[in-house]
């Protein structure tokens, strides 16, 4: 079992920045792991916003592109996800998630909240 630890959540203007972390509590799989952060806004689906593989290989949904950047310090087991020019529609409770094909697990962590005013 791995566990994923959140932070860096919280309230911002439009057009500020936050930082998100995650830790995970094991570094084997984190190290050949996908990392990414996925968020769910109240009545919407869960819905992928970044990924990175253990290679480097990046994805980011359409709507963050370019504001976004997702990064991963394998000596810390941690994934980041540094948000700029953040928008009101933003707002949502983010997940990171931490996944391995190879050993076929999946990992959630608990969520943070993300709230952004106009």
């Known amino acids: 079992q791995v566990q994923l630890v959140e932070s860096g959540g919280g309230l911002v203007q439009a057009g500020g920045s936050l930082r998100l972390s995650c830790a995970a509590s094991r570094s084997l799989i984190f190290s050949i792991g996908t990392a990414g952060w996925y968020r769910q806004a109240p009545g919407k689906q869960r819905e992928l916003v970044a990924d990175m593989t253990s290679g480097g290989r990046t994805n980011y949904a359409d709507s963050v592109k370019g504001r976004f950047t997702i990064s991963r310090d394998n000596a810390k087991n941690t994934v980041y996800l540094q948000m700029n020019s953040l928008k009101p529609e933003d707002t949502a409770v983010y997940y990171c998630?931490?996944?391995?094909?190879?050993?076929?697990?999946?990992?959630w962590g608990q969520g943070t909240q993300v709230t952004v005013s106009s």
């Open positions: 998630s931490l996944s391995s094909s190879v050993l076929t697990v999946f990992y």
